[in-house]
């Protein structure tokens, strides 16, 4: 099971669920709106002093504008970085198809290039406003709604406590978790501190009314279905909500999402995120950057390989075989930083005072220019720019023993950096704990995955060699 610190978890950084707060949440609605609003206001501005009016064809193009972004995302919930990211990459996608399309029709020709460049700046730059000021106003909008909806949680399993920590750490869900129901002797319980034991499930009727609660959340296991059925009865004369959490969600689900074969409905549990779309995105992504970033370092790279070259005897390059996409294996590139180049059965990893690094080998390892050879693996379409980082064979063999979901990391393809090693988990493993907290972020990683993210990991990683010293 995943045991990453939520505040630390990859989920608030992707692009929440538009219904997170709910249908009937006043947040929501003007999250709704709060996007195509700023996008078509802005443009009627730029209308109006460069055409002294809004012709029709500002007009028509507003209404385009307005039936691509309704409804806008949901954001309240994402760091003032992601949202500008965020509504930066949705703006240049939505600008480009305007763009090709007006070019491609002719439709160009009915309004003022000037006028167009500004809005091309002047929208993301008042949506950006424009949120900054909901978020701002969420306290106040929330008032105006009323007191918050009393819920409670039927089942203080796993899955129960994650709802809880969820709502919990939801700020602007507008949802008073009053408490949990469980049977069990709440000796035996993980209780939250600020969510009190209320009684047993023979008792759920009487304690929904006396509570006045208004939303139920079954968190039971499946088999215990005959128990199900005689609480929905039981329920019946309430006015409550009534939400399922099923048991199988408690399995490390990656990019869980419902499907058909043949006709016939299915649930994915452990899926690539990268299919479609998203794997086109990702794999553009990679080669795009990966051939401006080589372009810049190229006189670095010859620095480092003569370096490597003079410093000590051996291959300026150092291949290793890893494990990628699907368990399949790889071969890897790096500066040579050791004395040695194991590749076999048995590898020691390196560790603090190695005497097998070399002096130059200890500053490109801290400093993390002996994976810059990776970015070729990438264009090979062994590796990605961001993503679980490979071990080697050996530890890999060792370790897919030791840990639960180990091998589930490889429904992608290894990263340069990643999720977990901008988290800590940079360096020496040298310990069970601190592998499984690698892997736990690399699974929360495939969870939660999305462009917005990884610009976000690369741009923390470049922070991170700056300062870090924790690889050696």
């Known amino acids: 099971m995943l045991k990453v610190n939520p505040s630390l978890s990859a989920a608030h950084l992707k692009r929440p669920d538009p219904l997170v707060l709910g249908k009937d949440n006043l947040l929501s609605v003007f999250e709704s709106v709060i996007g195509p ?145 469980d049977s069990r002797d709440t000796q035996r319980l993980s209780q939250p501190a600020d969510c009190p034991h209320l009684g047993k499930l023979d008792q759920l009727a009487s304690i929904v009314k006396v509570n006045r609660i208004q939303l139920i959340y079954l968190s039971l296991p499946m088999a215990s279905q005959p128990r199900i059925l005689q609480l929905l009865d039981e329920l019946k004369d309430t006015t409550a909500s009534i939400y399922f959490v099923p048991d199988m969600f408690v399995t490390d689900l990656v990019q869980g999402r419902p499907g058909s074969v043949c006709g016939m409905p299915v649930i994915a549990v452990c899926d690539t995120p990268f299919t479609g779309s998203s794997g086109a995105v990702k794999r553009v992504s990679d080669v795009v950057l990966s051939l401006i970033i080589l372009t810049l370092i190229l006189p670095i790279l010859a620095v480092i390989a003569i370096a490597v070259k003079m410093g000590s005897p051996g291959p300026i390059i150092f291949k290793q075989r890893r494990y990628g996409l699907d368990g399949e294996e790889i071969v890897v590139y790096k500066f040579r930083s050791m004395t040695v180049t194991e590749d076999g059965a048995a590898i020691q990893q390196a560790q603090k005072n190695d005497n097998r690094i070399t002096p130059l080998g200890a500053f490109l390892r801290r400093s993390s ?11 090979q ?90 690889a050696y």
Not at 124 to 142: D, G, H, I, Q, Y
Not at 369 to 379: A, M
Not at 399 to 408: D, P, Q, T
């Open 37 to 181: 609003a700023a996008l078509v206001l802005s443009l009627w501005t730029v209308s109006v002093y460069y055409e002294g009016e809004i012709p029709p064809a500002y007009l028509i193009l507003s209404v385009i504008v307005f039936a691509m972004t309704f409804p806008s995302h949901a954001r309240l919930q994402v760091s003032p970085l992601g949202l500008a990211i965020d509504i930066l990459l949705n703006w240049m996608w939505i600008a480009s198809l305007l763009f090709i399309t007006g070019w491609a029709t002719g439709y160009l020709r009915e309004f003022s290039i000037k006028a167009l460049w500004v809005w091309l700046w002047a929208a993301p730059a008042t949506e950006l406003a424009f949120c900054a000021a909901v978020r701002a106003a969420a306290p106040l909008l929330l008032q105006l709604q009323g007191p918050p909806q009393r819920a409670i949680i039927v089942g203080m399993n796993e899955q129960g406590l994650a709802l809880s920590n969820k709502i919990r750490h939801t700020p602007y869900a507008h949802i008073e978790l009053t408490g949990y129901i």
């Open 369 to 379: 220019l002996d994976e810059l050879p990776q970015f070729v693996n990438v264009l």
């Open 381 to 470: 379409g062994r590796m990605s720019i961001v993503g679980p980082r490979p071990h080697a064979v050996a530890h890999n063999e060792l370790y897919r023993k030791l840990i639960k979901g180990y091998m589930v990391r490889h429904k992608v393809k290894p990263g340069i950096t990643g999720w977990a090693q901008v988290n800590g988990y940079r360096g020496e493993t040298e310990t069970l704990e601190k592998m499984q907290g690698r892997i736990d972020y690399d699974l929360d990683y495939l969870r939660n995955w999305s462009l917005q993210l990884d610009l976000q990991i690369i741009l923390k990683t470049v922070r991170l060699v700056l300062k870090d010293h924790k």
